[in-house]
C-alpha cells in the first residue's frame, strides 16, 4: 500500500514544461521508481492481480491515482467516459511493456519511454477535443 501511494508522487514533473516534455520527464521518473522498486513493482503489479482482492485493489487504486495526477496536469477536470476508458487501457499498456523489457531489455530505455509516450499521445489525440501533439518528426 505505501509503495503505491509512492509510485504516483514519483512522476510529478515541473508543470511549467510544455506537453511532450511533461510526459517524456513523467515516464522516465516512473521508470526510475520503478527500477528502484523493482521487487515492489512486479509483486504488485504481478503478485495477486486477479487472484488477491485486496492486493488488486491497491493496484488499481495507484492506477487511477496516477491517471488523476496525469490529467489534472493535463487540465481535464472531467474526462470524457471514453478518455477514461482509453487511459486506463493505456496504463495496462504500460505495465505490459514495463513488464516485457525487463525481461530481456532488448530495447534501450530511452526507447521504451518513447514507445509509452507516443502511445499516450496518440490516445490523447485521439480521445481529447483538442489535440495537444505537434507532429513529432522521427
Known amino acids: 500500500r505505501h509503495w503505491a501511494e509512492q509510485i504516483g508522487e514519483a512522476a510529478r514533473t515541473d508543470p511549467a514544461l510544455d ?14 521508481f520503478v527500477e528502484q522498486h523493482l521487487v515492489g513493482y512486479l509483486a504488485l503489479v504481478t503478485g495477486g492481480n486477479g487472484t488477491d482482492p485486496e492486493v488488486h485493489a491497491i493496484n488499481e487504486q495507484a492506477r487511477w491515482n496516477g491517471l488523476h495526477h496525469l490529467l489534472r496536469g493535463l487540465d481535464i477536470e472531467q474526462p470524457t467516459p471514453a478518455l477514461r476508458v482509453a487511459l486506463r487501457g493505456w496504463a495496462g499498456f504500460n505495465e505490459g511493456a514495463i513488464i516485457e523489457w525487463l525481461k530481456r531489455r532488448d530495447l534501450s530505455r530511452e526507447q521504451l519511454v518513447d514507445i509509452m509516450a507516443q502511445a499516450l499521445l496518440a490516445t490523447l489525440d485521439t480521445y481529447t477535443p483538442r489535440s495537444p501533439r505537434p507532429h513529432i518528426a522521427r
Open 19 to 32: 506537453l511532450i516534455e511533461r510526459v517524456y520527464a513523467g515516464l522516465r521518473a516512473h521508470l526510475d
